[in-house]
């Protein structure tokens, strides 16, 4: 039966599989709350994780059928890490297989995804459970540890002696689930960064419905996802596998945070909503490849929206984070508008609302034609009226470099109640 609220602790081996049980079901219109762990450091230096994250087990939701679209309101995203490390990595080649996100082995005994042990600090500190050899795929070029105060308002850079002293205590302070196998980051204790301040702003990096085809949960997004072509690991799938299964999941957009809201492809009875990888704070684009991955206890809320077949997520984000342009028009606005419509004979004017579409692929530049193309679909129109939309009323922005982007632009109601969601839009947005 059905429940009004799931409570979830389970996390999964970094892959997201279809044919595993999902957990659940969730009502329509019910509430997940779940302790997620942290993404990309973390699971990047644990060989038994899969896929370079480590995300939920996915929630079935009542009446999610292939061909909806389930949205998910963010309800709350409170950070439970006080300290978390993070910064650029170089791979060490001989620790794993053509992908070292998702195909990691032991160098001396050759075990494929072996049981690790931690010995010490430092990023020595990771050693086979076999053969005791040496294993972490991943290194820092450049990194940090991160103290939170309290409030989680602000985050300072630590010293060697100060991240030296955390990574003894690594999985305490990153507040680590009990569920989690991942060997924690701060442990590594880097230090190149002493005494920066910068504000938390937490979001949530990993958040959507399962792929149609089991996929590393890193992978399931266009631009990650192109490691798979002709992998020469077991998760191995073509482009045009990829692009019809994956659900871009894996968006790493800092406008998904508490208070907006993901509208999601369902690809799989039931949607499988999952979550992970929340950042406590990122700027665009996420340029150094990885941010600060904390733990954190989430809640959303679900709500099935029948015969909205997306290929990709659809973003409502906060007022304040739309492009200036893509903002909606206000009443003041308007009068100013209205003012001119006699001399310029327009008797009617458009009424928008601001909808913004994720793209993904190998590049920004296919990521873009990507949202283009999807926002096209979706509201019936070119591709040419999008892009003419989203220069004079929203923007382009990155999510993740180096292949994710928004296509953010006021789009007429009549084409979003066409399409079935003007009815969120303005419960988003309001109406002036």
Not at 116 to 122: A, D, K, N, P, R
Not at 152 to 157: F, Q
């Given at each position: 039966m059905a429940k009004q609220t799931i409570m979830v602790n389970e996390l999964t081996n970094g892959v997201l599989d279809p044919n595993e049980p999902m957990l659940g079901p969730v009502k329509d219109g019910g509430v997940i709350i779940a302790n997620t762990a942290p993404g990309c450091w973390g699971p990047m230096i644990t060989p038994a994780l899969r896929g370079g994250h480590e995300v939920?087990?996915?929630?079935?939701?009542?009446?999610?059928?292939?061909?909806?679209?389930?949205?998910?309101?963010?309800?709350?995203v409170v950070v439970t890490s006080s300290v978390v490390a993070s910064g650029n990595e170089f791979t060490v080649p001989e620790n794993f297989d053509g992908d070292p996100f998702v195909a990691k082995k032991c160098p001396h005994c050759g075990a494929e995804h072996p049981d690790?042990?931690?010995?010490?600090?430092?990023d020595a500190s990771v050693r086979c459970a076999h053969c005791g050899a040496e294993i972490a795929a991943f290194k820092f070029?450049?990194?940090?540890?991160?103290?939170?105060?309290?409030?989680?308002?602000?985050?300072?850079?630590?010293?060697?002696?100060?991240?030296?002293?955390?990574?003894k205590k690594a999985k305490e302070v990153m507040a680590i689930p009990d569920a989690s196998i991942q060997n924690p980051i701060v442990t590594f204790a880097p230090h190149d960064i002493v005494g920066n301040i910068s504000r938390m702003r937490p979001f949530i990096g990993q958040l959507g419905t399962t792929p149609s085809v089991p996929m590393p949960d890193s992978h399931n997004a266009g631009d990650f996802g192109s490691f798979l072509i002709g992998a020469p690991h077991e998760y191995a799938i073509d482009n045009e596998t990829l692009q019809k299964n994956k659900t871009d999941g894996h968006m790493d957009i800092n406008r998904v945070r508490q208070g907006a809201v993901v509208i999601c492809p369902v690809k799989v009875e039931g949607g499988g909503i999952y979550v992970g990888d929340v950042h406590g704070m990122q700027g665009d684009g996420e340029i150094a490849g990885h941010t600060t991955d904390v733990s954190a206890v989430v809640t959303l809320k679900v709500k099935v929206l029948k015969n909205l077949k997306l290929d990709g997520p659809i973003i409502l984000p906060l007022e304040e984070d739309l492009p200036h342009l893509a903002k909606p028009i206000t009443k003041a606005e308007k009068n100013q508008a209205w003012s001119m419509g006699g001399d310029l004979e327009i008797m009617e004017f458009e009424e928008t609302a601001p909808i913004s579409f994720v793209g993904t692929g190998e590049n920004l530049n296919l990521a873009i034609d990507n949202g283009l193309e999807r926002a096209a679909s979706v509201l019936g129109i070119t591709v040419p009226e999008v892009k003419n939309r989203a220069t004079i009323n929203g923007g382009i922005e990155i999510g993740r470099y180096p292949g994710t982007a928004t296509v953010t632009f006021l789009a007429p109601v009549n084409l979003l109640e066409k399409a079935g969601i003007l009815e969120m839009v303005v419960e988003q947005y309001g109406t002036d």
């Open positions: 939920t087990k996915p929630v079935y939701v009542e009446g999610a059928q292939v061909g909806d679209a389930i949205a998910v309101y963010i309800k709350s690790t042990v931690l010995e010490g600090i430092g070029t450049h990194g940090y540890t991160i103290a939170f105060n309290e409030k989680k308002t602000v985050g300072v850079t630590l010293t060697k002696e100060k991240a030296e002293e955390m990574a």
